[in-house]
């Protein structure tokens, strides 16, 4: 029998005992899945629509109230909402009866809810004088009765809920009981069996084995020397192993000369390069610095790792080198806002890390190169521009209030009559400045952005009440163009951890971007949803959609798409970046041209945003 007859006939007890381990858990984890399916089918909905209807008809209580109190507008406005609430949720109940008694419950709070109708119709047609005695004596008890009839059915199926929990749970802790005990008496069939074959198959192996130790420390002059019965694979492998044995004595002896010269070739041409670059292997070992991350990161390649580099240098290089060797393409920065500050002779420097892998003809990973990009004199002409764009909006400001006010004197005709043609001048120069003074606006907040001077205080605020605070902020826009905005917020994505006076802002430029490209008429849609950690907030119009050549750029300060209707500068979309970015957030685009556009933000909601204010960098 050869060796892997062997050691397959060896596994085979193990493979058979989790074969069968592994169905009864499959099984068992469908069985329990499906219990919990019914638990939601059975009762969860039933529970739902017993809380709705106990809503509705306290709001038609409340509105009886209102009337009794003299003010019927305000009650008739809450019957009018609620009495279909509440009919609605009652025919949903009566199609999901799935428990003993709830038949009779549900029929019980029928009659009840019939009579309570017929009793608030009539309520209704009473003079103001009669209203007060009917409520108490008639209307008060009706509404007792029907919340009554659906606490009832509540804690019919909130006590099923948890009585099939109960079980649930005890069927559960029995299939992992028997999980365990299948997995252990695999695991010591396998063992016994692999323990036999392994002594027989050991003594050939053993010899195999420390021709390889002597092959890895230089002994290229080694053979291995296997006996005859030690098995075919294992006398073929130490043939293999002979013959790879003689390749590389020959390799040696032929290529080390030229080994040599191509790694100080290697080491010239890094070592030339100004900027610090750093190499690991695949196990994460540093193996190679170049002299500037020597002279600026004090660095070793001795060191074998980044002890002695900068802390925050270290924590960021480490970061981006298990990302590469994780699985990914490459690692690289967002912007300035990644940039690394080390102190160095001539003052401090800026550095922009970036990681690429290092791989084989094969596409074997043989490690990461880290390099750190030296972007000092680019941040600081960056910063330069920025400082300069602030103060430019800032000495705006005073003269275009000025003007604003002497144009919209005119437009007044507060310092004397003008003729129509004049009127339509000063209407055209009125909306140019109010066009120049948003942009101002915009490159103001772009600026304390920037600067970090924007706190952010971030807290649990309703993603209803943003979007609809930013549906006002543009309702103005939505009416010009006859552009109504649909607001839709989905189950799970009612709250957001966010600041809501910064959040708004972006949240306003999405808002007015889509009612200006969108076509006139067309409605803009807004839908919240739960995504990965946070909600999701997409704004839709259905304009003529944007090139995929220029979607990438959207996002750059001053960009603004070839052939766009005028209206901005190009500096909502990058405020909108910088401030959701800064809440720990994502932003993007999805376009089709013809299609329309999507914008979306990623914000985190309560479990997993920060809980510390925080400022904009």
């Not at 939505?478 to 009612?494: D, I, K, N």
């Amino acid at each position: 029998m050869t060796l892997r007859s062997r050691l397959l006939l060896a596994q085979s007890p193990l493979a058979v005992a989790l074969a069968v381990v592994a169905v009864f858990s499959v099984l068992s984890t469908h069985q329990l899945g499906r219990a919990g399916e019914r638990i939601l089918s059975d009762n969860y909905r039933s529970v739902l629509a017993a809380q709705r209807m106990k809503e509705s008809i306290e709001r038609l209580d409340s509105g009886a109230l209102f009337v009794v109190i003299g003010e019927p507008e305000r009650g008739l406005a809450l019957a009018r909402e609620h009495r279909p609430a509440f009919e609605h949720e009652l025919q949903i109940e009566e199609q999901n009866i799935t428990e003993t008694g709830e038949a009779e419950a549900t029929r019980k709070l029928r009659e009840a809810w019939t009579r309570y109708q017929a009793d608030y119709d009539a309520f209704l047609r009473l003079q103001p004088g009669e209203l007060r005695e009917r409520y108490l004596s008639v209307l008060q008890p009706g509404f007792t009765t029907v919340k009554a009839a659906a606490d009832g059915i509540l804690t019919m199926n909130q006590d099923a809920m948890v009585l099939k929990s109960i079980r649930v749970r005890r069927e559960s802790e029995f299939a992992e009981t028997v999980v365990v005990v299948g997995v252990l008496a695999a695991l010591m069939v396998g063992l016994v069996a692999s323990a036999a074959l392994t002594a027989r198959v050991v003594r050939p192996v053993a010899v195999l084995g420390q021709a390889v130790r002597r092959l890895g420390q230089g002994d290229y002059a080694v053979r291995a020397r296997v006996p005859v019965g030690g098995g075919s694979e294992i006398a073929q492998l130490a043939m293999d192993f002979n013959a790879m044995a003689e390749s590389l004595q020959r390799y040696r002896d032929s290529s080390l000369g030229e080994l040599l010269e191509a790694q100080l070739a290697a080491q010239a041409t890094i070592d030339s390069l100004p900027d610090p670059v750093v190499v690991f292997d695949s196990a994460g070992k540093l193996v190679n610095a170049n002299r500037a991350a020597e002279q600026l990161l004090n660095l070793r390649a001795a060191d074998g790792s980044l002890s002695a580099a900068p802390p925050a240098v270290r924590e960021r290089v480490q970061a981006i080198r298990d990302e590469v060797l994780a699985g990914a393409p490459s690692v690289q920065p967002r912007g300035f806002e990644d940039a690394l500050v080390v102190e160095a002779a001539d003052g401090n420097r800026a550095l922009l890390p970036r990681a690429n892998p290092v791989s084989s003809d094969e596409g074997q990973l043989l490690g990461v190169t880290v390099l750190l990009q030296d972007i000092t004199r680019i941040r600081r002409f960056d910063e330069l521009k920025d400082d300069l764009v602030a103060t430019v909006a800032h000495e705006f400001r005073t003269p275009l209030t000025s003007l604003r006010m002497a144009i919209h004197l005119l437009a007044e005709q507060t310092v004397g009559p003008l003729n129509e043609k004049q009127l339509d001048l000063v209407d055209a120069a009125r909306e140019d400045c109010e066009r120049l003074q948003g942009i101002v606006d915009d490159l103001l907040d772009l600026a304390r952005i920037r600067s970090g001077r924007l706190e952010l205080h971030p807290r649990e605020v309703s993603t209803e009440l943003l979007l609809d605070q930013a549906r006002e902020a543009t309702a103005e826009g939505s009416e010009q163009r006859r552009t109504p905005v649909e607001v839709q917020v989905e189950p799970g994505a009612e709250v957001v951890m966010a600041d809501p006076d910064r959040i708004d802002l972006a949240l306003t430029n999405l808002l007015t971007n889509a009612i200006r490209h969108g076509p006139p008429g067309r409605p803009v849609q807004v839908r919240a949803s739960r995504g990965d950690g946070g909600v999701r907030i997409e704004v839709h119009d259905e304009g003529s959609g944007i090139a995929p050549e220029h979607q990438a750029r959207l996002f750059e300060k001053f960009y603004r798409v070839p052939g766009s209707a005028p209206g901005g500068a190009g500096l909502g979309l990058s405020i909108v970046r910088d401030v959701v970015e800064a809440h720990g957030g994502k932003v993007g685009v999805q376009s089709t041209p013809g299609a329309g556009t999507t914008f979306w933000l990623e914000l985190p909601d309560a479990r997993s945003a920060p809980d510390a204010s925080r400022a904009v960098s």
